[in-house]
């Protein structure tokens, strides 16, 4: 959330660029081409400054290159790629201020989302540790907020939080920080407002706000008022609230603050629902549900939780480069070795030597390198896969323990209170409320089928089938031929979420009137086909929109199989999948 702060830190010219950019922000698509266009004027500037070995203002364009992407895509993973390359060659240029600072902007961009919060923790406490040394108090402050961020989210709350943010505010003021004071401020409310005490969290809430319009920082005035909201819903004012929250959620709207979003609509809801606005709860509710759905099952979301992986291969990477490099420079010493050493025959022999030494040996390094990011990247796809299907689980049991019991309360409490309700409202609310825990059951058992771990491969695609044969109109059908041999769970569900995306594509892009999922099984290999009688197209000459066929291809080569794809425009589409059985069934017990 500091990002902000650092503008200072950035070359003048993109400085101006970014504070205009982000003054625009309400107008993205007016403004989506301007937006582009500086961000491919910055990566060509780069490119330059590369090529010319110009390495500290390549850092700095890149942390400007960042902050442009997070202008225009919010929190992503081209972001971090930037900040990454900015660290890279601040290391490079041995310039030990940008280098620790980047780690700020690295750390503090990291705790967008609470899975990477340890890395964030990780970059802040080295970057704190150096500006310690080195007296930079200004510094100091800030990786001290932002580490104080982290901790206040952690239960429990660390005891003498309170004590060390008041310590760091005073500072802030000493040092005429004052963003940093308010943050602080900020800081201070939100502790204040989570160990249950209003008076003191209004009263930092409303100190902060003061200097956050002074300084027009509009992601802090956004959290500010979310926070007086929390205030006045814990007085029980919950007209007031939702007018707090509704101020703050324009602002985040403006942001493209997803987490943000997702709060301010989960509060608004319960604040709706204690003042009897059941149809605004309703649909606030339903807001929370889709931001969290958009920031978790983002690809951008779990690309940048696959990062740290991204940056073993990238430093092996270049560690080959360096190896690669010497060799030619040693190849160069060579050659001039052997023009002092031409009058030798024994020289010369033992010059042929040495070179076929050095030459077979950086032909192995280069084999084990290049075996060593095959390793990384097969345990980067294990991990994103793995990561996929956790975070599916963990948002369906969030659904069914969080979101669906809340449906439930206001249910009943409706259900208590028909009396007082007029036949007009009673029945529409009833059915709102019905089909609202419907779909949320149905959203819940899509990220994990109950039957697919309960009875297996075929009952959880029949029943994937049957389901959504009952909400579309296209006609489905699965036909199964021979025995599918016992897989392991790792297989089952790179299938079932194969079959199931061919499905959601056949029925969103297709407009088909009949799909048939085929597979046939035997001990050595499965065949599975998708086929619908719909529109067609060319997958070869036009490029898709999203990552689903991606996914679909990583997969199945994953599991050793391959994806033929075949369509022609008004003939329909075909997928046919071949997977090797012996890598994918459990292994037998003696």
């Known amino acids: 959330m500091m990002l902000f702060l650092?503008?200072?830190?950035?070359?003048?010219?993109?400085?101006?660029?970014?504070?205009?950019?982000?003054?625009?922000?309400?107008?993205?698509?007016?403004?989506?081409?301007?937006?582009?266009?500086?961000?491919?004027?910055?990566?060509?500037?780069?490119?330059?400054?590369?090529?010319?070995?110009?390495?500290?203002?390549?850092?700095?364009?890149?942390?400007?290159?960042?902050?442009?992407?997070?202008?225009?895509y919010g929190y992503n993973k081209y972001t971090i790629d930037a900040y990454l390359n900015g660290l890279k060659y601040y290391n490079l240029m041995g310039d030990s201020l940008g280098y620790y600072n980047e780690h700020i902007v690295i750390g503090d961009y990291y705790t967008h989302d609470y899975f990477m919060q340890p890395y964030a923790e990780k970059y802040l406490n080295k970057a704190r540790q150096y500006f310690e040394r080195t007296k930079n108090t200004p510094k100091v402050i800030e990786s001290q907020l932002v580490l104080a961020n982290i901790a206040q989210k952690k239960e429990p709350m660390p005891a003498g939080l309170l004590t060390e943010l008041r310590r760091v505010e005073r500072l802030s003021q000493r040092y005429k920080q004052a963003q940093s004071q308010a943050y602080a401020l900020n800081l201070l409310a939100n502790t204040y407002s989570r160990i249950k005490q209003p008076d003191s969290a209004q009263y930092f809430a409303s100190r902060s706000l003061i200097m956050a319009k002074k300084l027009k920082i509009n992601w802090l005035i956004?959290?500010?008022?979310?926070?007086?909201?929390?205030?006045?819903?814990?007085?029980?004012?919950?007209?007031?609230?939702?007018?707090?929250?509704?101020?703050?959620?324009?602002?985040a709207e403006a942001e493209n603050n997803l987490p943000m979003l997702r709060e301010l609509s989960k509060h608004s809801a319960d604040s709706y629902s204690r003042i009897g606005d059941y149809k605004n709860a309703y649909a606030a509710s339903l807001k929370a549900l889709e931001f969290t759905n958009q920031f978790y099952n983002s690809e951008q979301t779990k690309s940048i939780r696959l990062q740290e992986l991204d940056s073993q291969i990238k430093t092996l990477a270049i560690e080959k480069q360096l190896v690669e490099e010497q060799s030619r420079n040693q190849h160069v010493l060579n050659s001039m070795l052997a023009i002092g050493l031409i009058i030798s025959v024994l020289g010369v022999g033992a010059l042929v030597f040495l070179r076929r030494?050095?030459?077979?040996?950086?032909?192995?390094?280069?084999?084990?390198?290049?075996?060593?990011?095959?390793?990384?990247?097969?345990?980067?796809?294990?991990?994103?896969?793995?990561?996929?299907?956790?975070?599916?689980?963990?948002?369906?049991?969030?659904?069914?323990?969080?979101?669906?019991?809340?449906?439930?309360?206001?249910?009943?409490?409706?259900?208590?209170?028909?009396?007082?309700?007029?036949?007009?409202?009673?029945?529409?609310?009833?059915?709102?409320?019905?089909?609202?825990?419907?779909?949320?059951?149905?959203?819940?058992?899509?990220?994990?089928?109950?039957?697919?771990?309960?009875?297996?491969?075929?009952?959880?695609?029949?029943?994937?089938?049957?389901?959504?044969?009952?909400?579309?109109?296209?006609?489905?059908?699965l036909e199964q031929y021979g025995e599918m041999p016992d897989l392991s769970d790792e297989a089952l569900v790179m299938i079932y979420r194969v079959v199931q995306e061919l499905l959601n594509n056949a029925l969103k892009h297709a407009n088909a009137q009949t799909i048939t999922v085929q597979i046939m099984a035997s001990d050595e290999t499965t065949l599975i086909s998708v086929d619908d009688d719909g529109q067609g197209g060319d997958f070869e000459n036009r490029p898709s929109k999203g990552n689903g066929i991606a996914n679909i291809n990583s997969r199945i080569a994953y599991l050793g199989g391959q994806v033929m794809w075949q369509s022609e425009i008004g003939k329909g589409t075909s997928v046919m999948i071949s997977l090797p059985m012996k890598k994918q069934t459990m292994p037998s017990v003696a």
């Open 357 to 477: 030494q050095q030459k077979l040996i950086a032909h192995q390094e280069t084999v084990i390198a290049k075996q060593q990011i095959r390793q990384l990247e097969l345990k980067s796809l294990r991990a994103m896969i793995e990561g996929q299907e956790g975070e599916r689980s963990r948002i369906a049991r969030d659904l069914h323990d969080g979101l669906g019991i809340q449906l439930s309360r206001i249910k009943l409490f409706v259900e208590a209170h028909q009396e007082q309700l007029p036949l007009s409202v009673k029945e529409p609310l009833n059915q709102f409320l019905d089909e609202a825990c419907t779909e949320t059951r149905l959203i819940s058992n899509n990220l994990r089928p109950y039957a697919l771990s309960t009875f297996g491969l075929i009952p959880a695609l029949e029943d994937l089938v049957q389901k959504l044969n009952l909400v579309n109109q296209t006609k489905l059908h």
């Open 222 to 251: 956004s959290l500010n008022y979310f926070y007086l909201g929390i205030v006045e819903q814990f007085k029980n004012h919950s007209k007031e609230a939702v007018a707090a929250y509704q101020k703050s959620y324009q602002l």
């Open 6 to 72: 650092r503008l200072c830190l950035l070359p003048e010219k993109w400085i101006l660029a970014v504070l205009l950019l982000g003054a625009c922000g309400c107008m993205q698509q007016g403004w989506a081409l301007s937006e582009s266009s500086a961000i491919d004027s910055l990566k060509r500037e780069i490119k330059q400054l590369v090529l010319d070995k110009k390495y500290g203002q390549a850092a700095k364009s890149y942390e400007a290159l960042g902050w442009l992407y997070h202008q225009q």
